[in-house]
């Protein structure tokens, strides 16, 4: 019962956190069936057996019984606060919405949709990502970074952590050829970057603005992108193509306020968070490569896309425009 009842329990919490006024009634239960008389489905696990339930009897209804043991497990599932806050009478609720919600699922199993194919495919899709959120989890369980490698990469990388500030423009595009063919244009003609960027860019917001995002520090955008900028020394210097997760980005630096490293104390925590991040991408993508490798993995790309082209296209309407995000 306890597996069946805590596929449920989102539905509970809904009724004891989200309608907490006294008054508020539980659902109704279906009038179609006697839900006292529907049969109780096959046992899930040994647990579903009352014989072998341990604790007080709560509350009995038809030939099942819910015990201590049992509420408190799925009370402890409550957040800490709600909890708390609960009196004698939002604990009878809590009971009674969560033998209705047992009641509401011996009725679908009398009307035969526990072995409903579109809930079946739900189930085994849940099941899925679950099993791979575990797998995902292990590979997060590595050694803490140390206070030397902390420090020795500050002192490697002590340019990262400056309180220098950057004023720039960019030309943000999705295609590489077509960034190159602007790259090459803004190269040959620097002051014509702002209009470029207004003509070209799929970055909405700034390229209203000439391609203008205004000063920036270090840690604002995403790493390929950061780099490139801030490697750019004198007003005006443009950058070679940039790419991101949002395209392809040309780069021309503004403005450059240098100023000064920032206390190691004042960053350690921050270097030791990069320092765990990457260790996890590195040993995430190295699993994954092996994975792939090991299953020989090959994508016809030629199926793919005849896959992909046989899909309708949705009807108008069905779907609103989706606006750029803007790339940096």
Known sequence: MLA??????????????????RGAPPPAPPAARHVQDAPAPAPAAPA????????????RYGEAQLTSDEIVLELQRLPARSRATMDAEARKRFI???????????????????SDPDIERQVNDLRRRLVVQRIVKKLQDLPPVTDEQVKAYYDANGGKYSTTTIKARHILVKDEAKARE????????PGQFADVAKGNSVDTASARKGGDLGFFGRGRMVPEFEVAAFALETPGEISEVVKTPYGYHVIQLEERRDGEQKPFDQVKEQIRATLRNEAVQGKTKEFYDQLKQ?????????VLERAAASIPEPSPGAAAAMPVHGGH
């Open 294 to 302: 090991a299953a020989n993995l090959q994508i016809d790309e030629v």
């Open 182 to 189: 602007l790259h090459a244009q803004v190269k040959q003609a």
């Open 4 to 21: 069946r009842i805590s596929l449920c329990l989102g539905l509970i919490a809904g009724f004891l956190l989200g309608g907490c006024d």
């Open 48 to 59: 579903d057996a009352a014989a072998k339930k341990t604790g007080e009897v709560v509350a």
């Open 96 to 114: 009674e919405n969560y033998v209705l919600n047992d009641l509401l699922y011996r009725e679908g199993v009398a009307q035969g949709l526990a």
